[in-house]
């Protein structure tokens, strides 16, 4: 006999007893044989689940650890976007800055000086006077003529020559009350940059030299040293100034 028919046989007999107990049958008894028919139920309905069970067997779940579960429930960083970069624009080409234009010097002034055979009208001090620088002479020519104006006059020192220059002048208008006189010391000589005074030495006849009222005129000769290499030295008339030529006009000896 088999499981099953046993169990089948066994609840039959229980329910049976129960049946037929009598009445005097203590209560206990019935509850006993009661429980006991019961879990034989139990027992027969279970046989099909544990037979179905050994056939179709269940697959169990996967038990998970902790560490893989922290790893399953951490969220993956998205990646940060990256910024598009800004855009540069070219530099523009530095411009060249424009030259500052250097002012011309009118006729006259250090960049610009009178031509010889030029007149030049002096203005200043209430004075007005017309000069102009006729000819000139140097080297040998002029130390000839220096010598024969005086025989004491010395000879120009080692890379230095006379020079002589003839000059004329008109008072044009000025002080009525009181003569202006005018002479070599009047002028300076610009030779390589250096300025250079009237040496004292007697100037060949006629000497420029003169004192009057306006109307006076005026001609004759000066005497100044330049440098012999100097390829353009030149006169400034500064009168009453000495050396300052700032404000003197500048005359071509060359």
Request: glycine share 6%; aromatic share 10%; net charge negative.
């Amino acid at each position: 006999m088999d499981l099953i028919s046993w169990l089948a046989y066994a609840l039959n007999r229980l329910l049976g007893r129960y049946r037929n107990a009598s009445k005097s049958t203590s209560c206990l008894v019935k509850i006993v044989l009661l429980y006991a028919a019961v879990n034989l139920c139990l027992c027969l309905c279970s046989i099909p689940f544990v037979i179905l069970g050994r056939i179709f067997p269940s697959t169990p779940t996967p038990t998970v650890s902790m560490e893989e579960a922290d790893r399953r429930h951490t969220l993956t960083p998205q990646p940060t976007r990256t910024p598009l970069p800004t855009r540069t624009h070219a530099p523009e080409p530095t411009k060249e800055p424009s030259p500052t234009p250097v002012p011309t010097p009118a006729l006259g002034q250090r960049g610009l000086p009178m031509p010889l055979g030029e007149t030049f009208v002096w203005c200043g001090d209430g004075r007005e006077v017309e000069l102009t620088i006729q000819r000139t002479m140097m080297g040998d020519e002029a130390l000839t003529m220096v010598l024969e104006a005086n025989s004491f006059n010395d000879v120009p020192g080692e890379g230095f020559v006379y020079a002589l220059v003839y000059a004329r002048a008109r008072y044009l208008t000025g002080d009525e009350s009181e003569p202006w006189d005018m002479d070599e010391f009047d002028f300076v000589v610009v030779s390589k940059n250096r300025l250079l005074k009237a040496p004292s030495v007697v100037d060949p006849e006629p000497n420029f030299e003169w004192k009057g009222f306006p109307g006076t005129e005026a001609e004759g000769w000066m005497t100044f040293v330049v440098y012999a290499d100097d390829p353009a030295p030149a006169l400034v008339f500064t009168p009453d100034r000495g050396t300052d030529v700032s404000e003197g006009v500048w005359f071509a000896l060359k």
